[in-house]
């Protein structure tokens, strides 16, 4: 793919692009990846995604954003796009959001729902596949996933000496601290977590960090079997099929018989999930979302773009979706709210079709016509003088404006 750069001259004016927290509450907010979008980043990307559509969304198109925080996307798409509050859809884990949401006029008669965005919801009218404009800010980092790990704690004594097959290629957890035990609700719900979240594709995409030489030795001389019971020293890393496996297993696992937590293959994979990076599984999630011609936008910190461990998984997006722009942050966007990722926001159209599985093959790539449609990028100069987030925004949308033919052309 041809890759075209837009040049930014940053203007001057000086002013925060950011909306201030109580220091009091930034612990817990950072326990759930909570980093609020300011409206003039929201409304920019609101805008930008009206250039790439070429007009404004029309009155039944359906938007979302499946963790939501108050609600700054849903806003925009009401307030500069005019979209009816039927049509959005928000979620979020943290109840303490459900009066503002309440209180707000622009969301009134919006779909906010205090739900795992992560998971399908069908009496919110929240399903994969069904939403014309998945847009957001996911968390990052925070707590994410770790709470799956409590379905292992119970059987966890009763197997002190046992090791996971994964256990050199996985994470490896602190045992987990006493605690109460699971209530039958909280388990059901760990569990459909498991159920869903085993379906998607990025934990099973992600590249291990190269494992030290002792244990790969170790690995040479085990057995090669895997998720049999008398091969528990097996350290040999899982691979691609492996995960498959545990993944379809999962998928044909009766749905009223609980987990069998016991089974190394169904441990191994909860490990895997509760240590895949929220933000990872989020980005799944928006492309998920989005119905075939549907557009994404969202907040990717840099790891998402540019690591390593996630270039396989940058290709499954790719085989889902058309990269149309990538236009990076300046740091200090979130760090008057206390996180200090470097961001990007990155724009994509889902797919209609599914590029085919092998499609990033060497013959496949060569193949590739030289006219490919170009991606429109652009990265802030922060040490310019006078650099401010609004002016680069604002250059950002001009330079998109006047190019947009080239790089989002209108169909024939
Ligand atoms: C980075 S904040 C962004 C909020 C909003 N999209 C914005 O841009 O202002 C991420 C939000 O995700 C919520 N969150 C964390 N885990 C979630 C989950 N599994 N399902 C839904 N929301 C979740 C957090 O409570 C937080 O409000």
Same mark, same amino acid.
């Given at each position: ?5 837009? #040049? ?134 925070? #707590? ?146 989005? #119905? ?119 169909? #024939?």
């Amino acid at each position: 793919m041809n890759v075209a750069t837009a #040049k930014l001259k940053p203007a001057p004016r000086q002013s925060l692009s950011v909306v201030e927290a109580p220091l009091d509450d930034l612990e817990r907010r950072r326990e759930l990846g909570q980093f609020f979008t300011s409206p003039e980043v929201a409304g920019f990307i609101w805008d930008l995604l009206e250039v790439i559509h070429g007009r404004r969304f029309s009155a039944d198109t359906r938007l979302i954003d499946p963790a939501c925080g108050e609600g700054v996307f849903l806003r925009v798409a009401r307030e500069r796009g005019g979209l009816p509050a039927k049509n959005l859809f928000g979620a979020d884990i943290d109840a303490t959001l459900d009066s503002g949401w309440q209180r707000d006029p622009l969301l009134r008669g919006a779909n906010v729902h205090l739900v795992n965005g992560l998971l399908d919801d069908p009496t919110s009218g929240i399903e994969a596949g069904t939403f014309n404009i998945a847009a957001g800010n996911p968390p990052f980092s925070g #707590k994410g996933l770790r709470d799956l790990l409590r379905l292992l704690e119970e059987s966890e004594t009763a197997r002190h000496e046992e090791q996971d097959f994964f256990e050199a290629a996985c994470l490896r957890e602190e045992p987990p601290s006493p605690r109460q035990p699971l209530s039958r609700q909280e388990r059901a719900e760990l569990e459909r977590m498991v159920r869903t979240l085993s379906q998607y594709s990025c934990w099973r995409l992600e590249t291990e960090p190269e494992p030290d030489e002792e244990a790969e030795a170790e690995s040479a001389s085990a057995p090669t079997e895997l998720f049999a019971a008398s091969v528990l020293c097996d350290r040999r890393r899982p691979t691609a099929s492996d995960l498959e496996q545990a993944a379809q297993l999962i998928a044909r696992w009766a749905p009223n018989r609980p987990l069998d937590t016991s089974r190394p293959e169904i441990r191994d994979t909860i490990r895997r999930l509760a240590s895949t990076a929220i933000e990872v599984m989020f980005t799944e999630r928006f492309v998920r979302l989005a #119905k075939p011609g549907g557009l994404i936008a969202l907040i990717v910190p840099e790891s998402i773009v540019a690591s390593d461990r996630l270039g396989r998984f940058r290709i499954w997006l790719l085989g889902k979706m058309d990269l149309l722009a990538s236009i990076s942050l300046p740091q200090k966007v979130f760090t008057g709210v206390g996180a200090n990722a470097k961001t990007s926001i990155v724009f994509a159209r889902r797919l209609a079709q599914d590029r085919v599985n092998g499609w990033y093959s060497p013959e496949a790539l060569a193949k590739l016509p030289d006219d490919d449609q170009p991606i429109f990028m652009a990265a802030p100069r922060v040490d310019a003088p006078g650099f401010t987030v609004e002016n680069y925004l604002a250059r950002v949308l001009a330079d998109a404006r006047r190019d947009r033919e080239i790089f989002w052309p209108t169909p #024939k």
